[in-house]
């Protein structure tokens, strides 16, 4: 492995480096990052095997918390050149792989009428490791996740409130808002799976309601109790609104908002570059 403190070439007269010299130092540093790569995926595999000593073989890796949180140290770390995404789209292709060595791991991907746009935003999310098929149906994605290491994406459509069925399933919840990053693009789909959602200190309430009227009314009457929201998505006679913080299912707030039929259906973070 190339030694990751070797000085870097001396500049020309001019001031700037010789060709030949940038190339060589970049073989140089490809070594070192393959010899990394290669060392960070072989203790992706000791983990699976940790977990099984503890018994923890059947429980599905994914983690979303941790992962926000080593994205968010990586983010604030000093850099010159690597730009945001660039850090993200590396470190979700490592997290993705590290978590396909580590049991089942299946994406199931409902676009609409916006297919590739769905599987760009997936793979964005997930990296390109774990096994992956589109869906002909939203339904078949809610499926999908209740399977040992499933996870399902659905698009936002103002045609399908599929959203809404996830009121009826307590143990799917909905911990990714994608695109993670702003400069994507806006908020377009949804990723849930069994998994437990932990507030990660900045972060989004997914929160389903049938109050009639308009969506300004409904955020109105929600601000009166604190509680900061904007409508994401729209359809049949259901709104689905993000909540600026982490709730409880139970919070009072919550229970006072206006709606007979309502309800938490996950949380995610906040985009990376809010």
């Known amino acids: 492995m190339a030694d990751a403190q070797q000085a870097t070439p001396a500049a020309s007269s001019g001031g700037a480096l010789p060709l030949e010299a940038v190339r060589a130092r970049i073989d140089e540093i490809d070594a070192g990052l393959l010899a990394l790569l290669d060392e960070r995926t072989a203790l992706g595999k000791q983990v699976a095997a940790a977990k099984a000593a503890a018994g923890q073989a059947d429980r599905f890796g994914l983690r979303p918390g941790r992962e926000t949180e080593i994205l968010r140290r990586l983010l604030a770390m000093p850099r010159t050149g690597a730009s945001d995404a660039l850090v993200i789209r590396i470190w979700r292709e490592l997290m993705g792989q590290s978590l396909a060595l580590q049991g089942p791991f299946n994406l199931t991907v409902w676009g609409g009428p916006t297919q590739a746009r769905a599987l760009e ?94 969506a300004a009314k409904v955020a109105e009457t929600l601000s009166r109790d604190g509680v900061a929201a904007e409508l994401l998505s729209e359809a049949g006679g259901l709104k689905l609104f993000t909540l600026a913080g982490y709730y409880q299912a139970d919070d009072e707030r919550l229970a006072r908002a206006p709606g007979r039929l309502s309800g938490v259906i996950g949380a995610a973070p906040e985009p990376f570059d809010v």
């Open 121 to 214: 935003l997936t793979r964005l999310r997930f990296g390109a490791a774990p096994a992956l098929r589109m869906a002909q149906k939203p339904e078949e994605t809610l499926a999908a996740a209740k399977l040992k290491g499933g996870v399902g994406v659905a698009m936002l459509t103002g045609d399908s409130a599929w959203w809404g069925r996830l009121l009826a399933e307590p143990k799917l919840k909905v911990f990714a808002v994608l695109p993670c990053l702003n400069a994507w693009g806006p908020p377009s789909a949804l990723a849930f799976a069994e998994v437990e959602v932990e507030p990660t200190g900045a972060d989004v309430t997914l929160w389903v309601t049938d109050a009639p009227g308009p």
